[in-house]
């Protein structure tokens, strides 16, 4: 067993504290992890203890890690938790941390479904079916996905496409080179389908920008 017989604030970094054992340096710890051991010079430091503060020093600096990490914007859990496994912390305490955060609600799949779709809807026009290829790709679970997607009317994807297909309908107006009117159809009906809308909403877009079209284009 050994004693405390200093505690000194690292002057690089504040928040850290080094802790010396019997007048050598031992360790360094965050300093939420000193308050919450409550850890005063001359204490008693078992080799139980030491162990104690190793493990909570570990989930401290992967916590702090993942803060940082969401600070910047909204992430899904499986986002964290791929960061976490980049630092190589073991898997346990990437799972503590997971829970802390879950259990202040800094991780929420729901919430970061909703915010992330509307968010591609926005700057992207995107369709149901890119969305739902996103958030799986963000690991977020296909109930989660479907429940986001299930709250999306057809009324306001067909907006998005309209908007879409008549800003190419611009440049293709405003184009020095002419395009063909089944030229046009045909880069239209790419750009909606690869921003992931559906046959059905692409086609009848097509039909309303072009009100004339023939089924033979159509199909």
Do not use: C
């Amino acid at each position: 067993m050994k004693n405390i017989s200093k505690l000194e604030q690292q002057k690089r970094h504040p928040d850290r504290v080094n802790v010396y054992l019997d007048g050598e340096f031992a360790f360094g710890l965050n300093k939420e992890v000193v308050h919450k051991y409550s850890l005063r010079k001359g204490d008693a430091v078992t080799d139980k203890l030491i162990e104690q503060l190793s493990g909570e020093e570990e989930f401290s600096t992967a916590k702090n890690k993942a803060l940082k990490f969401i600070s910047t914007r909204m992430r899904s859990e499986y986002e964290v938790r791929s960061k976490l496994r980049e630092y190589e912390f073991p898997t346990d305490i990437i799972e503590k941390v997971i829970k802390y955060l879950l259990e202040i609600n800094f991780l929420n799949d729901l919430a970061f479904a909703k915010a992330y779709t509307a968010d591609l809807q926005r700057n992207r026009s995107a369709g149901k079916r890119l969305l739902f290829q996103r958030l799986k790709s963000k690991g977020v679970g296909k109930e989660t996905i479907e429940l986001v997607l299930n709250d999306i009317e057809n009324a306001k994807e067909e907006i998005l496409a309209l908007e879409t297909a008549n800003k190419y309908l611009k440049r293709f107006k405003t184009s020095r080179k002419p395009v063909e009117r089944k030229d046009q159809i045909r880069r239209i009906s790419q750009t909606l389908m690869r921003r992931g809308f559906d046959w059905s909403i692409t086609s009848k877009i097509l039909k309303q920008i072009f009100k004339n079209i023939s089924d033979q284009e159509d199909d």
